[in-house]
């Protein structure tokens, strides 16, 4: 081999000798990378939450039309969800929760403002939000992230927010 080829064979490896990064310089990289992920992974899952609210009162606004509908042509409401047809499941996997205030006996479950007011004179449509959990106060801890129709329909939003 001669000299030349020599030489020509050391600068061709010499990226994978003379250059490269440190141990440090590698470590402060993963490290950024990292908060970066998670602060992307944060965005990203609230991101996701506001979208499963968003859907649950589209759908809560749906089955009030169809229950609505349900009433101009029987005069009363409908017992449960499956006389109008069924609902879906909620974004979260959880039936939407209706509890019709005309045959319910007493006032135990109908669902309550921070005065322990029913919200509603009609019917109550809810989801029971990201938790599966819920109580009959808007002010109970369950409640807060249920998604409900209140004022007969004219308010249909986060329990948290009304």
């Known amino acids: 081999m001669t000299m030349i080829q020599r030489i020509y064979i050391r600068k061709s490896f010499s990226f994978i000798y003379g250059t490269g990064f440190t141990v440090l310089e590698l470590m402060m990289v993963l490290i950024i990378v990292g908060i ?23 759908d809560i606004f ?11 042509n029987h005069q009363s409401f409908p017992a449960s969800l499956a006389d109008i047809g069924g609902a879906p499941l909620d974004p979260w996997g959880n039936p939407y929760q209706y509890l019709n205030i005309q045959t319910t006996r007493g006032r135990g479950a109908v669902r309550k403002d921070h005065r322990l007011v029913p919200i509603n004179s009609d019917y109550d449509l809810y989801s029971m939000g990201k938790d599966g959990r819920s109580a009959s106060p808007l002010t109970a801890r369950h409640s807060h992230d249920d998604i409900i129709r209140a004022n007969d329909g004219d308010y249909i939003g986060l329990a948290k927010d009304y």
């Open 62 to 72: 749906a089955l009030d039309v169809k229950i609505n509908y349900f009433y101009n």
């Open 36 to 58: 970066l992920a998670t602060l992307g992974y944060s965005r990203y899952d609230e991101f996701i939450e506001k979208a499963r609210v968003a859907e649950t009162k589209t």
